[in-house]
């Protein structure tokens, strides 16, 4: 079992010399941080104002359009263009016989699997052909009168159908994406001996799909061989590296640049084919090109959560200790794949548990290829893990709570027992269950009526604690403003607020003097994709780092110039107060800062702390009511408890828990992509029939309760990441109050009304 999500793969290529600042002391009490503060581009962001990289339009650009296989598994016979190159407004029409577009795609170790236009489609929506025209109604009136022969083949969409013996085979090697990935510790056989109780189910979640509200997109310009692209992206740093290798080009000729994003949930963490194909058609133009995907092509070619089926046993004693847990995973990577899509960490680490076995298969299927999801793999392994601890705490007549509560960990169990930094899982149980109510919850009467009622909970944590490095500049200006220059994109979480935040406690300077550059390989720094739940703990500690550099040249500065020892000095409010008589001096009266005109510091995040891991915890509580007579499923409140550190900015804090929450709703509930079994094709590529919760859906009441330890060892700033932990044990605790409710579990996912038929009838109720 990988250990770290798929961020260690994705981001392989990046080294970097870690030369650390020197680590600043934890803060005390702080001014700024932890204030319900406004967002800083609130306004912009909600009145229409914020640029999004669609909203550009450069000179002369064009615009380009793709034609897509329509069928699940085809190779290309013959590409005719003739029709497409007469059409009005044409510009140029690219195929894979087109020599500047024969880029290799999907690399593995035994080369590539595939191409930019692939001659062997094995997906309905994989690109084939593209055009550009100087408007994009004629670029796509120009890309459907392509034609394209087209050899059709078997194939298969269904991951356990795939593993049948004579399923198509999406992959000449077969359908199995490398032998099954093995993580094991203890002896299982022992640990089921020794158990007083052991239980085994079948676990499924659906394929989910990120539909960010900013759909994908690029515009791409050349400049002799130095390439600008402006892009929807969750890291430009890292779509830099992606883009050299593909166009052979240094470094530094690449300008890779991230606006304001509507969205990004994981989809948006790797080069598109889209932003290599409008850089062929703009340097065979010689003219900037602009593609942005419908909303179906977002459906189909962008990524996607996979399904799961995970079969899960596990053994445990009378007085609730966990003995043995072993588990089978397998899901479908789609037609291609770069990485293990499901993920059995928590089986591993949430619980003490001395005996434990996993086993992950991924598998190929005729569809597109899966990306990490927000908290890729956890939220499906929950849903089978936290299931499996609620059916035992029932067997065995114990509270749930009381069952989590009698087995945490006090280990990193999966890293070879090295300690937790801090784990506040046993606050995230005592003090979520308090909030909510969890007793008075549980003793309620279900109700004897159609209408029935119930409470579960579920833990979660998450494992990835952070790349290594990030490096931000901040520059105070002769009138006493700032600029913070930061590599990180704000995929809309707010992380351009938190960072504000963390530069006016460090230097006394309101957050509206601060102007924010980000996400610009051309003007700041490196920063990791902003994924992983790792953005607040990568850069605010080197935002910190760069402040208190600049607060450190500014008071020395002012010493000298007010003859005060430089301990007396503080800085508030933009001005430098003395601590004798309270006198203060704004920032821009100081001669000596109008002289220089600018003061720089730049700072680097400290390592990793050594033999210690820094990891998220969580809480989640859940009261439903279930319609026996309709099916449908009510979710009448939520309580999230989580420990992520700090909680250094309450008000995008709970946006996160929230947000989090609504996901898991919806792979609780409504979401599912649905395959055609018959023609291969995805059937709901819209919102109106792939269901996202809406806001009638979503609880009017959730509570987002952060358990604020402040971790002094992971970072200067204490905070641990949050973004995905808040949606990884939603799901199951509702599927946990649905049981509560109807006295039978439902296992597989969603849990539509026909579920809860299929499962009432089951149960012979
Ligand atoms: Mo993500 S899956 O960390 O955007």
Redesign the pocket.
Known sequence: MRTGGPYFMQTGAVTLANQPSADLPAWGETRIVGKALPRVDGYERVSGTAIYARDLALPGMLHGAIVRCPHANARVKKVDVGKAEKMPGVRAVITGDTAAAKIPWYLTDKGPASWLFAPHCRYEGEEVAAVAADTPEQAQDAARAVSVEYEILPFVVDHEKALEPGAPAVQEGGNRFGEPSVYQRGDVAAGFAAADLVIENTYRTPTLLHTPMEVHGSIVQWDGDRLTVWDTT?GVFNRRIELAQMFKLPMSSIRVVSLYMGG???SK?EVGKYTAVAAVLARMTGRPVKIFLSREETFLCVGNRPANRIWLKAGVKKDGTLTALEARFSGPTGAYATWDVTSAYQIADLYLCPNARTEEQSVFVNAGKAR?????GFPSCSWALEQTMDELAAKLGMDPVELRLKNIPTVSQIEKNIPYTTTGLRQCLAEGAKAFGWNEARRRPKGDGYVRRGSGMAAGMWGWAGEPSAIVIVKLLADGSVNLNMGASD?GTGTKTVMAMVVSEELGVPPEKIAIEYADTATTQYAPD????QTVLVCAPAVRAAAAAVKAELLSLAAAELSQPVATLRLRDGTVEQAKDGKRTPIPDLKSLAERQVLIGIGRRAPHPVGKTALPFAAQFAEVEVDTRTGAVKVLRMVAAHDSGRAMSPLTYENQVFGGITMGLGLALTEQRVMDRQTGKVVNVNWHDYKIPTALDVPASLACLPIDLHDTECNSVGAKGL??PATIPAAAAIANAVCDAIGARVFDGPITPARVFETLARKGA
């Not at 990490?372 to 890729?376: E, F, H, L, N």
């Not at 902003?530 to 739940?533: A, F, M, N, R, V």
């Open positions: 969750q990004g949930f994981g963490l990490p999801m927000r908290a890729p995929i902003s994924g992983g739940s973004g995905e």
